[in-house]
């Protein structure tokens, strides 16, 4: 079986380690390893399954989207759900697109853009229970697991994609190590696990790394930012890369003409005037920490947390003047537990605090935040605050709030996981 090494460690492998003893003689002591064989299929056939299928039960949410009645959801390294919210209090799922790899998303009238691995896949969801991909663009996130530099061919007949695995348990004696079992890909020891501009786009989470705006889909990768022309919505066409900074880029917030992008250690406001591009016209620096951003006229909400990949020990909110987007200032920090996604409708401002659930603060005054409201019971990921509805993505869910009366926030609704 090839392997594929770049692709398999940039994949959620969860691997349990358990020890016992088999005798009392402690010569014999062995060990029990969990591993996982990926199942492949061509690309070819991915990519013929790219289309709605029946509705799947949530295993494990990412990041989100709306548009009009529906709600969109990744499903990490899977696809995407499509929700019908007509009624927010009884949302259906009515369909899923299988998508290898997908892990970001943006809706852009009746045109769905989704990332399979280093593709980009436009699909049309006119009928969101037919929908169909409408065009594959190679290649266009290179840093993506470029499994056809993997293959060192373009050809889809011979590209071979994971898309599934088989869980295996392995006893060997302590003194071996699994990477001799004939078979084994990836082996590990340790385990794994808003709102914005409206209009002919939908709304995505602040945990978003596809945006769009003025007829152009904006993506991030870890250093640069791409833009593509959507005019065409189901004809995407590249139009520039520009390279960031030697930073970890997470994520991208589109408000008016400026694109707050944020990363490990600050945030970058770039101007899309003209659209397609893109002119970065700030920075503010912080402590290295991972980063969602969200904007408005005035101010920038920027969480910082710990305990990722991205360093750092702080888990706090800045609030940062952008009067002067020229030199964003911070204005005051707020401790928090660990959060990440944000959203803010008005004076309305709800942060996801990881395990601490989901705080929502007056935010009338930057300088003075005050909490109205701790909902606790679940441990979030990121959240869209619109029209008086907040979604908010939980690691057991999705939850739907009404603050339509701030001071009485009540749950609507909650899809639970398998």
């Not at 408000?255 to 899309?272: A, E, P």
């Amino acid at each position: 079986m090839k392997r594929h090494p770049k692709l398999l460690l940039q994949l959620m492998v969860t691997v349990i380690l358990i020890t016992f003893f088999s005798n009392c003689d402690k010569e014999k002591a062995t060990r029990t390893y969990t591993w996982y064989e990926p199942v492949y299929k061509t690309l070819t056939e991915v990519r013929a399954e790219m289309k709605s299928g029946p509705a799947h039960a949530l295993k494990n949410p990412g990041k989100i989207y709306m548009y009009g009645k529906y709600i969109f959801l990744n499903e990490q390294n899977e696809g995407i759900h499509i929700i019908d919210n007509s009624q927010p209090t009884a949302p259906r799922r009515i369909s899923f697109i299988p998508i290898p790899g997908n892990v970001d998303l943006a809706v852009n009238g009746t045109t769905l853009y989704a990332d399979a691995y280093s593709d980009l896949v436009t699909f049309d969801i006119s009928n969101p229970q037919a929908v169909v991909a409408k065009k594959f663009t190679t290649d266009a996130f290179p840093n993506r697991i470029p499994y056809y530099r993997n293959y060192n061919t373009r050809n889809p007949d011979s590209i071979k994609v994971p898309v599934s695995w088989i869980r295996h348990d392995t006893t060997l004696p302590v003194d071996r190590y699994p990477g001799g079992i004939i078979g084994l890909d990836y082996f590990s020891s340790t385990g794994g696990l808003a709102s914005a501009a409206t209009g002919k786009s939908g709304i995505g989470g602040s945990m978003a790394r596809f945006t769009l705006l003025n007829n152009y889909l904006y993506t991030v990768t870890e250093r640069e930012l791409y833009a593509f022309d959507v005019s065409a919505p189901q004809d995407p066409q590249f139009v520039k890369k520009s390279y960031i900074d030697n930073q970890t880029i997470e994520t991208i917030y589109p408000f008016k003409n400026k694109l707050f992008i944020g990363s490990t250690q600050g945030m970058f406001i770039y101007d899309v005037s003209t659209p397609g591009n893109p002119i970065k016209q700030a920075q503010f620096t912080h402590a290295r920490s991972c980063d969602p951003v969200i904007a408005d006229d005035n101010t920038a909400y920027v969480t910082l947390r710990s305990g990722t990949f991205c360093g750092g020990n702080i888990n706090q909110l800045e609030a940062i003047d952008i009067t002067d987007v020229f030199k964003p200032t911070l204005i005051k920090t707020y401790s928090l537990t660990n959060p990440f996604g944000l959203g803010k409708e008005g004076n309305i401002l709800f942060i996801c605090d990881g395990k601490a659930g989901v705080k929502v603060y007056n935010a009338a005054e930057p300088a003075n935040l005050k909490l109205i409201k701790e909902i606790s019971g679940m441990e979030t990921y990121d959240v869209i605050a619109w029209n008086k509805k907040a979604l908010v993505v939980a690691k057991d869910g999705l939850y739907q709030f009404d603050y339509s009366n701030v001071n009485h926030i009540r749950l609507l609704s909650k899809i639970s996981l398998n």
